[in-house]
């Protein structure tokens, strides 16, 4: 009768199982770590949203002046609709007509109530949004 050979543990097999399971947690650990250090804070996101509404004001503008060459004034009091904001901003917005051929859009915003404001501003010749006080 043969005798059958036991298998006994071996360090080998051993240290490719840890290496293994320290892959996985690496893995999953960069996973993490790239989601945490990617995400945007919520003043990040308000900021985002500001500047890609005056984008939108620039472009509006620039089609209203080719319609009825004028630039339309808006005023957060008189006709803020014409943005169409879904929800209440946390920035206000207002588009300033100094002379027939120029336009100011400025967003502004108390971030952290501090009393300083985060303020955005676009214009007839710049359509990036220029930061020009930071909270």
């Keep these: 009768m043969a005798k059958r050979r036991r298998r006994y543990f071996s360090p080998r097999r ?56 004028v630039y339309l004034p808006i005023d957060p009091g008189h006709n803020a609709d014409v943005l169409k904001l879904d929800a209440p901003p946390l920035y206000q917005y207002r588009v300033e007509i100094p002379d027939s051929a120029s336009f100011i859009a400025t967003a ?9 404001k985060d303020v955005w501003v676009v214009d007839q010749n710049h359509p990036v949004p220029i930061h020009k006080e930071k909270d």
């Design 108 to 116: 502004w915003a108390d971030l952290n109530g501090d009393g300083k």
């Design 14 to 69: 051993s240290r490719h199982t840890n290496v293994i399971v320290i892959c996985i947690i690496g893995i999953l650990f960069s996973v993490v770590a790239v989601q945490h250090f990617t995400a945007r804070t919520h003043t990040e996101e308000q900021q985002m949203k500001a500047r890609l509404l005056l984008e939108q004001v620039y472009r509006f503008q620039r089609a209203y002046f080719e319609q009825h060459g």
